[in-house]
């Protein structure tokens, strides 16, 4: 959602800091975003963004935990980063030993 407020070459980004990315994106992830694009405002129209950008990534299902610990489990299981500006996310990927991306002066950093 981010990339809506700070448009940026996100993907080229991600490809010349870790050598390639196949994104995909979690179906309860997908849930939340859905349900935030039909909201007015900014994070609406910032979620239908992200919707849209992720539209052609693989989609893969969630077990059922509550959506960050979701994230984690998964992105601990296939050694995966996960791109998010969510402060709170970003506290427990770290702490759990998740590789992170997000934004940084318009750009994307590993964090």
């Known amino acids: 959602m981010s990339v809506a407020d700070k448009p940026t070459p996100w993907k080229e980004d991600m490809i010349d800091l870790i050598g390639g ?3 995909l994106m979690l179906d309860c992830v997908k849930v939340e975003l859905q349900r935030l694009a039909s909201t007015s405002g900014r994070r609406g129209r910032a979620a239908r963004v992200g919707l ?3 539209k052609d990534f693989a989609l893969k299902k969630c077990g059922g935990a509550e959506v960050d610990d979701e994230i984690i489990s998964i992105a601990l ?3 995966a980063f996960v791109a998010s500006n969510d402060k709170k996310l970003l506290d427990s990927l770290k702490a ?3 590789e992170v991306l997000q934004l940084r002066e318009g ?3 590993v964090g």
């Open 21 to 23: 990315i196949e994104p």
């Open 52 to 54: 849209q950008l992720a």
């Open 77 to 79: 299981d296939e050694g």
């Open 96 to 98: 759990a030993g998740v």
């Open 107 to 109: 750009r994307v950093a």
